[in-house]
């Protein structure tokens, strides 16, 4: 199955969800059938992947093709109609935030609680979001989240100026997730809730984010439930917010 590319003003998404393997194509341009790598025809503003490999859910050899189109219509290409047809829904949840999320000036939240997304799905999101200025709360509740993502996550911590609230329950987040969650809290100015509940965070997490507290001034509900932080992370937490109060 082929999925066709037009050129033109962004109008039509069309995102569904089948179990097919294919990239994106351009009809009228030639490449390699055996070529894995996305390719552009810089003249023409065509693009072109070619995959042999399941797409989506099992991602890994057309992400580079997800990351070339994104940063494609990003240099001014846009599109009329997009179709990803026969693709599963990681895929087609990736490709939907990179063309809406940049430019919808409407767009206020980002619920992906439940899709299959992982850490490099999670890269492409921050970078999508890199200049952010209306997405107010962001759902990434129950995925697998690893210390590389929580890295990504910790970035748009720091240099994010619009989110609210960021909800990472049940993401299986430790404590060397969290030391990256904390650094990032620490330069954060607007975040106010942030739900980290039903996770692998302990005592070393927990005091991770009481020293991140120390320095922030925004964050108004910490939601840390059904965590194993025990009576020593409780002290820190404790410890932390009673200096808080009594500045």
């Not at 490449?31 to 552009?40: Q, T």
């Not at 399941?54 to 070339?68: S, Y």
């Not at 060397?176 to 070393?204: H, M, V």
Request: proline share 2%; glycine share 6%.
């Amino acid at each position: 199955m082929k999925i066709i590319v037009l050129l033109g003003i962004i109008d039509v998404i069309q995102l569904q969800h089948d179990a097919t393997n294919i990239g994106i194509v351009k009809m009228d341009v030639t490449c390699p059938s055996d070529n894995k790598n996305p390719c552009v025809n810089r003249k023409s503003g065509q693009f072109v992947c070619y995959s042999s490999n399941m797409v989506g859910d099992e991602h890994e050899d057309c992400f580079g093709a997800i990351d070339e189109l994104y940063r494609w219509f990003l240099s001014s290409r846009k599109f009329e109609s997009l179709s990803l047809r026969g693709n599963k829904s990681s895929l087609c949840t990736l490709v939907e935030i990179f063309l809406t999320a940049p430019r919808d000036q409407v767009l206020t939240e980002l619920n992906l609680a439940e899709k299959c997304i992982g850490d490099e799905e999670v890269q492409f999101i921050v970078d999508a979001l890199r200049n952010n200025t209306t997405i107010i709360n962001i759902n990434l509740a129950k995925k697998n989240i690893g210390v590389d993502g929580t890295k990504y996550m910790s970035d748009l911590l720091q240099n994010d100026k619009t989110l609210l609230t960021l909800n990472l329950q049940s993401t299986k987040i430790g404590d060397e997730s969290t030391k990256y969650l904390a650094n990032g809290l620490r330069k954060n100015t607007t975040l106010q809730t942030l739900d980290l509940r039903e996770n692998n965070i302990g005592p070393l997490g927990a005091q991770y984010l009481a020293d991140a507290l120390r320095e922030n001034t925004a964050l108004v509900k910490l939601i840390l439930r059904d965590n194993t932080i025990s009576d020593a992370g409780l002290e820190h937490l404790a410890i932390a917010l009673h200096r808080i109060h009594s500045q």
